[in-house]
Structures are given as C-alpha cells and as structure tokens.
C-alpha cells in the first residue's frame, strides 16, 4: 500500500463510518424520546408493562451501538487499517503509520513509498 491509497482510504472511511453514527445517534435519540412521550400518555399501561417497554428500549440502543461497532470495525478492515504483519487495528494511529510508514505496535512496514 502507498502512502496516497492510505491517505484515500482514510477518507473513505470517515464517510462510510460517519453515516451509521449518525444514524446510530438519530436512533437513539428517537428512541429516548418516544419513551419519553409514551410514559405520559400511557400512565393507564397494566402495572408492569412500563418497565418490559423501558427494558426493550434499552435493548434496542444497546443493539444499535454494538452494530454501529462492528460496522466501525468491518469497514476499518476494508479500508486496509489493520496491519498485515500483527494484525492489530490502526484506526486512530494512521498519522503515525503515515509520517514512519511503519506499524506502531510491531514496527513492520507498512508503506511501500515511505522509507
Ligand atoms: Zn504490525
């Protein structure tokens, strides 16, 4: 990989990384806010039904935030953001990978035109 494909990539990622945060914030947020508008209009709910429904809100945030975390990592592995030596995730070290061209964690080259 040369230093321009990983600098592309990078972009790439914030892109497609972004929009499922965005979404994933949307989500939540609406989610937050029906619970919220619900509890008043439905104080005459059987005892008990207010809490299943909290219970599966909070299921539903919890399943929004792990698959916006396995997407991030899905789509890191596709931008090329782990290293082929150790495999570890750069994201959030690319800076370093793109000033040494070399893993930060094994020291193995990365970057076929950075010395
Ligand atoms: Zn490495």
Redesign the pocket.
Known sequence: MTKQELIKSRRRYLIVAAAPCLVAIVLIAATALVMARWEDAHRDWPHGLWPVANVLAFVVIIAVILFVALFERWVAARCGFR?P??R?ALVGKLRRVLASGR?V??G?RMLDDVA
């Open positions: 290293c030596h150790c570890k893993c964690y094994c193995e």
